[in-house]
């Protein structure tokens, strides 16, 4: 077998330049379109003779580019870690090769970078969403950035205050329950936010008020007439105000306060 036995994979004989890559068209009726690095990398021109070890390389650099191309549109609608984007590769079926290549394009150009991401998770959209140090890293742990990545992030105890202080301003705002049952509720979604416990309880301690006697006064009368209404279409007397009063201390209020509203409802 000679020279030009060999290179039977297939013949160029046309090449057109489209707005998505360039069109190359070969003897067997066959077309693919190649991106413009592609293109560069193998060569391409009109009368090229392929062997099949080189169409198999095209046809496989072509494969990778369509998911690569796939990839930056994920990337124009938002940021992703590594993790993030190797998982929806996997998810295409993708072999482990191709998607190790596409991943290795992105971090070449710097459109995936988890270092870069973490800091900025850890900054910006910690402060905006009022994340603690715990919340950031459990966060950005599901997302898929490395240990070791991780380690890298600093958090001054300055702007763990700064942050869980705004956030417990917001929850004084927000809830309306009595005093003991409003700094527990605070407490909680401190912790929840991923922030430590010593400044969580700075936080309820100085941001987290108790309603005004007023107010907690309003509050009480219509949990203890909600709770009334409920439980007398089942029970009466003792078994009656025991309901009444566990549903109320349940909800917060004080004993000799809730005493007293009892006390006035028997008189009514």
Sequence with gaps: MNVSEKRTGDTVVSIRYRKSGVEVSFASGNKLLLSAATFTEFRVYEGKELTEEELSALLKATYEDTYYSQALRWLTKRVLTEAEISAKLLNKELDQDTVYSIVKRLKDQKLIDDEAYARTYAKDIGAFRYY??????????????????????????????????????????????????????????????????????????????????????????????LARAKYARKYGGYELNQRIYASLRKKGFRHEDIKAIMAQGEEE
Excluded: M
């Design 132 to 225: 603690g140090k715990k919340k950031i890293l459990q966060e950005l742990r599901q997302k898929g950035i490395p240990e070791d990545v991780l380690k890298t992030l600093k958090f001054k105890e300055e702007t763990e205050r700064e942050k869980a202080f705004r956030y417990a301003s917001l929850l004084n705002s927000k809830f309306i329950s009595p005093s003991e049952k409003k700094k527990q509720k605070a407490y909680a979604a401190l912790l929840q936010r991923g922030f430590d416990e010593t400044v969580a309880h700075e936080a309820v301690e100085s941001c987290v008020v108790p309603p005004e006697k007023e107010v907690e006064t309003r509050l009480l009368d219509r949990h203890y007439r």
